[in-house]
């Protein structure tokens, strides 16, 4: 990291990137970001964030290299580490999110919940941290 600032960001396009950011931070505890909007209505950039990570968030359909890039790709895996996994998958069930595992002890001593967003992204909540070596 460089001045609290991720060197990693996850980045996805959604269909209604609007109620993306809704369900992004009642559900999954993110930050209310500021929404740059594009053209119609569309979202041309959010960063909703979370401890010391963040994902950059737009809009389909706009045209941009990025969009055109990613109109064949599949559903992205976000891993977000959380404090307490079993708080988290509470909220995340409050607000509706679809939960594809509950809150399960790992062998290697994680515990985690699994969660789909609304277009098919799978995001993991894990109280496990990898240590990044520099």
């Known amino acids: 990291m460089d001045g609290g600032r991720p060197s ?10 609007k109620a993306a950011v809704r369900r ?4 999954f505890g993110f930050t209310e970001p500021a929404v740059y909007e594009g053209r119609a209505g569309s979202v041309a950039h959010a960063e909703p964030a979370r401890g010391n990570g963040a ?3 737009g809009s389909k359909g706009t045209g941009s290299r990025f969009d055109e890039a990613m109109k064949n790709a599949g559903p992205t895996g976000v891993y977000v580490v959380v404090d307490d996994v079993d ?3 509470r909220r995340a069930v409050e607000h509706g999110a679809e939960i594809l595992m509950p809150p ?10 699994m969660a789909r967003d609304l ?4 995001w993991s909540f894990w109280s496990y941290a990898p240590e990044i070596r520099g």
């Open 8 to 17: 990693v960001c996850p980045t996805l396009l959604y269909a209604d990137a």
């Open 24 to 27: 992004l931070t009642q559900a």
């Open 55 to 57: 994902v950059m968030l």
């Open 87 to 89: 708080a988290h998958h």
């Open 104 to 113: 399960t002890d790992q062998d290697y001593g994680s515990r985690d919940h």
């Open 119 to 122: 277009e098919g992204n799978i």
